[in-house]
């Protein structure tokens, strides 16, 4: 039931809803009784030290930006390293201006053990500076692993000064874990959620109180169509995201060979010499090797049944394939970036055509190997 009247959480000023609970302003029915009413996001923070993520769509988010830029403040951002390219905000440095930008990198236990640090931190240093952001710092840290965040907390105090802390990202990036331990290493949460608001801010942001009078306050996740992620079912999603150190599965394919990954998206070796192909991507997802000349067929035939996920009946939820043409440079190594499905890294000294079959929207990119 959507209530009768509009009405605002008295911690943050979002318009509050009864319908959807990973909206912002979700209250329970139950809890309109209450005096003041507040919105689940505040209640949880204000009551059990923990934030929870909302969702926000394209348009408003960018409009919610365009706010931090107006403040003296750090901005964090915080991307997931298995979906960086899908989940980095693109010309962020436009919306925040002159205000420092703290790039925290999620999910780094996903990568196998025996990894160069330091060259993971240099990628990403140089894909930030592609997508436009200046960038001081790289922090990698794993929210599931708490990894990392040590050195994050002393990031935040050493950059802070006397600002306030803007936390921005993707949906399902681990935001809500790393707000919960700003708050936990920043904030005195007996004192209440601050009512007051920065001139002119949307109200779909959380203030939260710090000691010295400042605020870590916690933005909505940006909903991104482009992620293979937000398009697949909640019961395909499992699958989909990696939870534990991903098996990279080498291919040895000569050229007019295919490989199928479930039913989500399918590559075509088209040129070049045979070579080899390693895919990083989740367990959960099977991968069907093939002539490219039966390939078509093979889609028709077993699409949703042998190749899965999804399932023949979520099929038809996802948008129809579109075809992606890249050519990877002679002697280079790249990756062929599928957004929420992961890469495939093509070990190619004399270059090679590829085509990526996936759902229309679905960003693929050709890039430097992260690995």
């Avoid at 904030?187 to 608001?197: A, C, G, Y």
């Avoid at 098996?247 to 040895?252: E, H, T």
């Avoid at 088209?270 to 192909?277: D, K, L």
Wanted: proline letters at 4%; hydrophobic letters at 40%.
């Amino acid at each position: 039931m959507e209530l009768e009247t509009v009405r605002h959480c008295s911690g943050c000023g979002v318009t509050l809803q009864t319908a959807q609970s990973d909206q912002s302003g979700y209250v329970p029915e139950k809890a309109l009784e209450r005096t003041p009413i507040i919105c689940q996001r505040c209640f949880r923070i204000k009551n059990y030290n923990e934030a929870m993520s909302v969702a926000l769509d394209h348009d408003e988010f960018l409009r919610l930006l365009g706010r931090i830029g107006q403040e003296d403040a750090l901005v964090i951002h915080i991307v997931d390293l298995f979906d960086f390219d899908g989940s980095i905000i693109s010309g962020l440095q436009r919306f925040v201006g002159t205000n420092p930008v703290l790039l925290v990198v999620n999910k780094i236990d996903l990568l196998p053990k025996a990894i160069n640090w330091n060259r993971i931190k240099n990628w990403v240093q140089r894909q930030a500076k592609e997508h436009g952001i200046q960038i001081v710092d790289v922090v990698l840290v794993s929210a599931k692993r708490n990894l990392g965040f040590e050195r994050l907390v002393d990031e935040v105090g050493q950059r802070r000064g006397k600002r306030d802390v803007y936390v921005v990202g993707a949906t399902n990036v681990g935001k809500s874990t790393l707000v919960n331990r700003l708050i936990n290493d920043y904030s005195d949460m007996e004192r209440e959620l601050t009512t007051s608001r920065y001139p002119g801010t949307t109200l779909d942001m959380v203030n939260i109180p710090l000691d010295d009078g400042k605020h870590i306050v916690d933005t909505p996740g940006i909903v991104y169509k482009s992620r293979l992620t937000e398009l697949v079912s909640r019961e395909d999603l499992g699958a989909l995201l990696p939870d534990k150190p991903l098996k990279p599965a080498v291919y040895q394919l000569n050229a007019g060979q295919t490989l199928f990954f479930g039913a989500l998206a399918r590559f075509d070796f088209v040129e070049g010499e045979r070579q080899s192909f390693t895919c990083y991507m989740s367990n959960g997802i099977k991968i069907h090797r093939t002539k490219l000349e039966r390939a078509d067929e093979l889609y028709a035939d077993h699409a949703g049944e042998m190749l899965a996920p999804p399932t023949k009946a979520r099929l038809a939820d996802i948008p129809a394939w579109t075809k992606h043409q890249l050519r990877v440079p002679r002697g280079q190594e790249m990756d062929v970036f599928v957004s929420g499905l992961g890469w495939i890294t093509c070990n190619s000294t004399s270059g090679a055509l590829i085509e990526i079959h996936a759902p229309k929207g679905v960003k693929v990119l050709l890039r430097h190997a992260l690995i």
